[in-house]
């Protein structure tokens, strides 16, 4: 039994750390999260004082601003819609090339993989059982001539 030996290189410095993040992902430190925090209750406080002073003041300046926001929905909902019209276009191309470049591809696959099976196969039957027999008899052989030329050992 051989004793295997380590040694440790005094520059190598070994951290006991978390390991670091992958190659262009940052991890948000704590005050781009307490910014974020900061940032989302500014938003809904100016949210909730909007919607306030819209249902106190006067019916006119609520109508108004009822029809703004009907038409950002509207817009919204026409570019979800385009969106929408987008993935179903893009579905359709992969779909396509699934049928039309991958499933041709698999099929030669497959065929080249039978035709492997099938020489694999005529080899083993033609080439491999001959040799294999061959050698048995080869081995018999010597063991006949052994015994001959050496009957008591």
């Given at each position: 039994m051989s004793e295997e030996v380590t040694k440790?290189?005094?520059t190598i410095k070994v951290e006991t750390s978390q390991a670091a993040p992958a190659e262009g992902t940052q991890q948000p430190n704590k005050a781009q999260i307490i910014g974020i925090a900061v940032a989302a209750v500014l938003f809904i406080g100016l949210i909730i004082t909007g919607a306030v002073l819209l249902l106190t003041g006067d019916a006119?300046?609520?109508?108004k601003w009822r029809d703004v926001f009907i038409i950002f929905m509207a817009l919204e909902?026409?570019?979800i819609g385009v969106a929408i019209v987008i993935l179903m276009?893009?579905?359709a191309v992969l779909i396509n090339l699934l049928q039309n470049e991958?499933?041709?591809?698999?099929e030669s696959t497959?065929?080249?993989?039978n035709t492997v099976k099938g020489t694999a196969e005529f080899l083993s039957k033609n080439v491999s059982?001959?040799?294999i027999k061959l050698n048995g008899a080869l081995a018999g052989l010597k063991q006949l001539i052994n015994l001959v030329k050496h009957p008591g050992e």
């Open positions: 440790t290189d005094p006119n300046t609520a109508a909902m026409l570019v276009v893009q579905l991958i499933r041709p591809i698999l497959n065929q080249t993989v059982d001959p040799v």
